[in-house]
């Protein structure tokens, strides 16, 4: 005769843990949104494994798209190249317009040893002259960057003598000289350097 007392009581404390699990959520402020799961080009198409779901207490005025959105992302083009975490807004997606006024996208060719070896796209970087042109510069002035605040597009995988082709944006007037230099080095910028560009 006890059981149904048992029951009622089950289905009152479910309940009550649903409910403090929705007013927790909804007085921290924490709300699920689309984060890039694994890096995206450019131009690319956003595919159900390119994002994942996070959850941030952000302000709505960024705009992030909500998980229940996720029709508004997956199978729409990348209008710009997003790393892995990125947080995803409404403005990232739709036809590309890549590359930016006044900037280019470049290939370089890069020997082991003349990149950071986890670089990866959406990383910021400093385009230098290789240390064998560098070396002779040095003789008459200090080196100068070739390009700086660079933005890694993508990174290729290296070749049978560990050449990888890495395809940067740049400032368009600074791509002629990395285009044409003999060999390049590329160093990381920190994100406190980026601050001060």
């Given at each position: 005769?006890?059981?149904?007392?048992?029951?009622?009581?089950?289905?009152?404390?479910?309940?009550?843990?649903?409910?403090?699990?929705?007013?927790?959520?909804?007085?921290?402020?924490?709300?699920?949104?689309?984060?890039?799961?694994?890096?995206?080009?450019?131009?690319?198409?956003?595919?159900?494994?390119?994002?994942?779901?996070?959850?941030?207490?952000?302000?709505?005025?960024?705009?992030?798209?909500?998980?229940?959105?996720?029709?508004?992302?997956?199978?729409?083009?990348?209008?710009?190249?997003?790393?892995?975490?990125?947080?995803?807004?409404?403005?990232?997606?739709?036809?590309?317009?890549?590359?930016?006024?006044?900037?280019?996208?470049?290939?370089?060719?890069?020997?082991?040893?003349?990149?950071?070896?986890?670089?990866?796209?959406?990383?910021?970087?400093?385009?230098?002259?290789?240390?064998?042109?560098?070396?002779?510069?040095?003789?008459?002035?200090?080196?100068?960057a070739l390009a700086s605040n660079a933005?890694?597009?993508?990174?290729?995988?290296?070749?049978?003598?560990?050449?990888?082709?890495?395809?940067?944006?740049?400032?368009?007037?600074?791509?002629?000289?990395?285009?044409?230099?003999?060999?390049?080095?590329?160093?990381?910028?920190?994100?406190?350097?980026?601050?001060?560009?």
């Amino acid at each position: 005769m006890r059981i149904p007392y048992a029951v009622t009581s089950v289905a009152l404390v479910v309940t009550g843990a649903v409910l403090f699990t929705v007013a927790a959520w909804q007085i921290s402020g924490r709300a699920p949104v689309l984060a890039v799961a694994q890096p995206i080009a450019a131009g690319q198409v956003v595919t159900q494994d390119d994002v994942k779901i996070v959850k941030v207490g952000a302000a709505s005025d960024l705009g992030l798209v909500p998980s229940i959105n996720e029709a508004e992302v997956v199978g729409h083009v990348a209008a710009v190249p997003l790393a892995a975490g990125t947080l995803l807004t409404a403005h990232m997606v739709g036809t590309a317009d890549f590359p930016p006024p006044g900037q280019a996208v470049i290939g370089v060719a890069l020997k082991a040893g003349a990149f950071p070896p986890r670089l990866g796209v959406g990383d910021r970087v400093n385009v230098w002259p290789g240390p064998d042109v560098a070396a002779v510069a040095s003789a008459s002035s200090a080196p100068v960057a070739l390009a700086s605040n660079a933005v890694v597009t993508s990174v290729g995988s290296a070749d049978s003598v560990g050449t990888t082709v890495v395809t940067l944006l740049v400032d368009a007037q600074a791509a002629p000289k990395v285009t044409q230099a003999p060999s390049l080095s590329v160093v990381e910028v920190s994100p406190n350097e980026v601050g001060q560009l």
